[in-house]
């Protein structure tokens, strides 16, 4: 390993500490829950780092996300790894074989392992899902699960995800939506994608929701 992807590597870890120290303290509503037996766990790219802090400190499970190549991928190694979850490298697009990954996540999902997968990720466009999530669904036959997720006082990164940053003192709302199974003879279409897509941005904007009712009260 280079001394840039050894650097970018504690970067990720910096990220993960501070994120666990905001969610340690931090009042969290959660509504709805994971279920047990492995699920595959789908958010936003620009929540990841609230989603992961909240599930390392609150509700610890075996937990495998995708890392992509590069100085992007040794970041989320290091944040990953300091959030207590395990890495599946990916290839970069057009090069190697993804199959091998889905297969490693179906493996983990069969030992009752929750699967992160960020809908959109890891380059984007934002909040345009890409069908990786859905190609794991049909082939384990494990359940998907949205997840909803809100946290204020926060700032927004200027970058392609906006990636929301929770602040020391902040209150958060994650809202689990109901499982979304995808039959192994399902075509992933464009009717799948837009009701994956739906229920995520409902479950976000209801946690957005909860947080509002507890600044009026």
């Keep these: 390993m280079n001394l840039l992807h050894r650097l ?6 910096i990220i993960a500490g501070y994120s666990r120290w905001v969610v340690s303290s931090a009042p969290i509503t959660f509504e709805g829950e994971l279920p047990s037996g492995g699920s595959i766990a789908v958010t936003w790219h620009g929540m990841n780092m609230l989603i ?7 509700k610890p499970h075996p937990y495998r996300a995708f890392v992509p190549p590069g100085m992007a991928g040794a970041a989320m190694l290091g944040w990953l ?3 207590g979850m395990e890495p599946v490298s990916l290839p970069r697009d057009g090069e ?3 199959a091998a990954g ?3 996540m179906a493996r983990a999902l069969r030992e009752g392992w929750t699967v992160g997968i960020a809908l959109d990720g890891p ?7 890409r069908p990786g999530a859905l190609w794991l669904a049909r082939l384990s036959g494990k359940p998907l699960v949205v997840i909803g997720s809100a946290a204020r006082p926060a700032v927004r990164l200027p970058r392609w995800d906006r990636h929301l940053i929770p602040l020391r003192g902040a209150q958060i709302a994650i809202v689990y939506g109901e499982p979304i199974m995808v039959d192994r003879r399902a075509e992933i279409d464009e009717a799948l994608r837009s009701r994956v897509a739906g229920a995520l941005d409902a479950a976000e904007q209801r946690a957005w929701a909860i947080l509002s009712s507890h600044s009026r009260y």
């Design 96 to 98: 190697g074989n993804p």
């Design 102 to 104: 889905l297969k490693q």
């Design 123 to 129: 380059h984007g466009p934002a909040r345009v899902l």
């Design 52 to 58: 992961l802090a909240v599930h390392a400190e609150r």
């Design 8 to 13: 970018a590597e504690t970067w990720g870890c």
């Design 81 to 83: 790894r300091s959030n």
